[in-house]
């Protein structure tokens, strides 16, 4: 063991560490977040009382999960009940290692990001799979089989979808889409060029991301009226809140995603908004507009969620593979004629 | 080489340790008093009927296998992607070649349609 | 190269214990979990062998696509009791399996013995951004153009297979 290696795994560890957290905190006020927005959007309050505006509640709501009984059922796959919540979450926080929260600032700008983003992502299936098989329930293993097929139907399109900006960027590396959107200004940002060919790229990215991660109105494999809570019934405490933390940090990977691939990442809308700065300054700057730009979309999830109802299952299943997958194909063509016909500036 | 690897697995030790090591605590902390309505399969309130692992309709597998290949299908997009904009002079042929390795998947996927496999009824 | 050697036992140790776990499972869910570790140790000795883009689609299609197949079809069939009636249906595949596996172990050592591998490089002699996507798809659209044209009538029998297997009245 040399002391460089240790060195460089006690970085790591530590940025591991830092992610975490910003998971942790990110999950715990966009919680915060819905339940304030979705009360004002219904004319209610929403939690106000612990903590100035409530901003303790999701916090104490996670204490209060910790100390709950953790009820196995019985007839349960003991084994798997218990490892299900973790090959959910594991992956959730993996696609992090690539995340461009700004300049600088990913811990590990791999060379086939958005592969890898989809690769681990893929993962989440057979652990809710398998959380629907353990729990001996009907409802978990109808919510399971519902939640694996709509999970497969979408993750084509999608995939369809984040190819439009590879081409457009050359590259799969995360930070490699975001420098072909320099330049200072918002026009330089994909979902402003090409012809609206990403702008539909963009829509299905984020149709079938509402889907992959179990928002309304594509919230079937939960649907609290038909399948009580779906895969996940049987799952109390801390199992529970892990699989409560996975869907809110993947809802906020498909926006931070959207934000990469289409809206400039980290960059400034305009110019003189911070392009012109260096080292710390930079990074802190970056940081603000990546962030920033994801918030306006948890924002609109919250909105969505706030406003629109749920679709049925077979109208779920037809929209996937009947009208997404064909446009997908259409985009990914169209974007590639536009390209060689020289049509964009690249 | 392997040292660009160290991230993944340091950030896989540490989410395993999180959320092991959350399951793990709220064993500890949380109150065990189990008793056979409480560990019963929850069906909305009635004693469980029958058994629950039995067989489903044969449109999930249907799903899983069509899944698989379009799944094939897109891992090629990829590489065909990736290499689209330095190509200059190949594009068009590119092109052509992606055409028509969607084209003949295309007739595959109007057969599917056509035999109703991707109604959801 | 010290440490490399390392991971690659270590990994192959993983890979081949998870294999014999699969096939010694009684509970054919718990094989199907032991499938997928077996696959991710299989990625990462892609990973030693610097063949970044073949790990991660080898994770996305295997661990992610074909697994949820098995699962399903493994839940669903619940073969937990099915499996000895289902042996019965084809007794000669008792002595073809271990026919056809020796049969493979044989190909494998004339490859290797071949002398074949002895013309892959250095590792320290590959170049840059080996085995990632761009150079995969430099030889797979220019070279290698008429196998990945001819996947796609391979997906196609694939598609209509799975239809006729699937549709076909009980």
Redesign the interface.
């Known amino acids: 063991m040399n002391k460089e290696?240790l060195l460089?795994?006690g970085i790591?560890?530590l940025?591991?560490?830092v992610?975490?957290g910003f998971i942790l905190f990110v999950v715990m006020y966009m919680i915060w977040g819905l339940r304030r927005i979705m009360g004002f959007m219904q004319v209610r309050i929403g939690p106000n009382r612990l903590g100035w505006q409530g901003l303790l509640q999701t916090p104490a709501d996670a204490l209060k999960?910790?100390?709950?009984?953790?009820?196995?059922?019985?007839?349960a796959?003991r084994w798997?009940f218990?490892i299900a919540?973790?090959i959910v979450?594991?992956p959730a926080?993996?696609v992090?290692?690539v995340m461009p929260f700004g300049d600088g600032l990913i811990?590990?700008d791999?060379?086939?990001g958005?592969?890898?983003v989809?690769?681990?992502t893929?993962?989440a299936?057979?652990g809710i799979?398998?959380a629907g098989?353990a729990?001996?329930?009907?409802?978990s293993?109808l919510g399971a089989?519902r939640a694996?097929?709509q999970l497969?139907?979408y993750?084509?399109p999608m995939?369809?979808a984040l190819?439009?900006p590879?081409?457009?960027?050359?590259?799969?590396r995360m930070g490699g889409i975001i420098e072909a959107q320099e330049g200072g200004w918002f026009t330089n940002w994909f979902i402003f060029r090409g012809y609206g060919i990403p702008a539909l790229a963009f829509l299905i990215y984020m149709a079938a991301g509402l889907a992959e991660v179990n928002h309304i109105p594509f919230d079937i494999m939960e649907a609290e009226s038909e399948l009580?809570a779906g895969f996940n019934?049987?799952y109390s405490?801390?199992?529970f809140?892990?699989f409560f933390l996975e869907e809110f940090a993947a809802a906020f990977t498909i926006c931070a995603i959207a934000v990469t691939l289409f809206f400039g990442g980290w960059h400034a809308p305009f110019p003189f908004l911070g392009e012109n700065l260096t080292g710390i300054a930079k990074m802190a700057v970056s940081l603000f507009w990546f962030l920033a730009k994801t918030a306006v979309f948890v924002f609109v999830l919250m909105w969505i969620r706030a406003t629109w109802p749920r679709v049925r299952?077979?109208q779920?299943?037809?929209f996937g593979?009947?009208v997404m997958?064909?446009m997908g194909?259409f985009i990914?063509?169209a974007a590639?004629?536009v390209?060689?016909l020289g049509w964009v500036k690249? | 080489m392997l040292v660009q690897y160290l991230p993944f697995l340091i950030l896989f030790i540490v989410a395993v340790a999180f959320s092991g090591g959350a399951i793990l605590l709220s064993r500890l902390l949380g109150p065990k008093r189990p008793n056979p309505v409480k560990l019963a399969p929850y069906e909305s309130g009635m004693v469980p009927i029958g058994g629950t692992r039995r067989p489903f309709h044969i449109r999930y597998y249907l799903v899983a296998m069509l899944f698989i290949l379009f799944d094939i299908e897109i891992i090629f997009l990829y590489p065909w992607a990736v290499i689209y904009l330095t190509a200059r002079a190949a594009r068009l042929f590119l092109l052509l070649e992606m055409i028509v390795f969607l084209g003949v998947l295309m007739i595959g996927y109007i057969y599917i349609w056509r035999k109703g496999a991707l109604d959801w009824e | 190269m010290i440490a490399e050697l390392v991971i690659f036992i270590i990994l192959g140790i993983v890979a081949v214990s998870s294999a014999f776990a699969v096939i010694l499972s009684k509970n054919p869910v718990y094989a199907v979990l032991f499938l997928v570790i077996n696959f991710f140790a299989l990625a990462m000795l892609y990973l030693v062998l610097s063949a970044q883009f073949v790990a991660f689609i080898q994770i996305l299609v295997y661990a992610g696509a074909i697994m949820v197949l098995f699962l399903f079809v493994v839940m669903l069939l619940n073969l937990t009791g099915a499996i000895e009636s289902l042996q019965d249906k084809l007794p000669a595949q008792r002595w073809l399996a271990p026919a056809l596996g020796m049969v493979l172990l044989v190909e494998i050592a004339v490859v290797f013995l071949s002398g074949f591998f002895a013309q892959v490089p250095e590792a320290s002699e590959l170049p840059e951004g080996f085995g990632t996507s761009a150079p995969v798809g430099m030889l797979l659209f220019s070279r290698y153009v008429l196998p990945f044209e001819v996947t796609s009538a391979v997906l196609l029998i694939a598609m209509v297979g799975s239809i006729v297997l699937a549709k076909r009245r009980p």
């Open positions: 290696l460089t795994a790591h560890l940025v591991a560490i992610i975490l999960l910790l100390q709950k009984e953790d009820v196995i059922p019985k007839g796959d798997l218990t919540p973790i979450f594991v926080y993996m992090y290692v811990a590990k791999l060379n086939i958005i592969l890898y989809s690769a681990i893929s993962i299936v057979i799979v398998i098989w729990s001996n329930n009907k409802w293993l089989f694996a097929a497969v139907a993750e084509v995939i369809l190819c439009v590879v081409i457009f960027a050359g590259s799969l009580v019934v049987e405490g801390m199992k809140a892990l299952v077979d779920l299943m037809n593979w009947k997958i064909p194909l990914l063509l590639g004629t390209v060689t690249l």
